[in-house]
Structures are given as structure tokens and as C-alpha cells.
């Protein structure tokens, strides 16, 4: 699933976006883990419920830390098969 729907998804369950907004774009704008993961922390502290909802989408590639990291795994991969 990508970042827009996951959003379309938070907007629908929660009315009040408000700061939640800015968050979830900069977590999905996060070059790397450290970056996303304490934007995380700070949706937690802004609403439980859509951090427990983008935390379970982790791993599903919709931020750019994960994408890095798939693209760095199929290099590696590649690479070695070669």
C-alpha cells in the first residue's frame, strides 16, 4: 500500500488531522530508519490510535527509507547471483 492511501486511510478514522498531517508526510519522506521511527514516536504522542495503524503498514515499502533499503537488498542479491 502506498503512503496516499495509508493517509486516505488515517483521514477517513480521524477527523482532526491537524499535526498528524505534517508527521506522517515526514515519515514518509524519511531517508533513513532513525529519522522515520522518531516521527513515529512524536504520532504516538499526537494520537495512539494512528500510530498503531501506521506502525502495523511498516514494512510495506510506502516510506523512502524502505524503499532504499529493498533497492540496497536487491542490489546486494544481484550482485552476489552475478
Not at 482532526?16 to 530508519?33: D, I, S, T
Request: charged share 25%.
Amino acid at each position: 500500500m502506498c503512503a496516499r492511501h495509508i493517509f486516505a486511510n488515517l483521514q477517513k478514522r480521524h477527523k482532526q488531522m491537524g499535526p498528524l498531517h505534517k508527521v506522517f508526510w515526514k515519515c514518509a519522506r524519511a531517508y533513513n530508519e532513525t529519522v522515520f521511527w522518531k516521527q513515529l514516536e512524536k504520532m504516538k504522542t499526537i494520537t495512539f490510535e494512528a500510530y498503531d495503524e501506521v506502525k502495523r503498514s511498516v514494512g510495506s515499502n510506502w516510506s523512502r527509507y524502505e524503499k532504499k533499503l529493498s533497492l540496497i537488498y536487491l542490489w546486494f542479491c544481484l550482485s552476489i547471483c552475478l
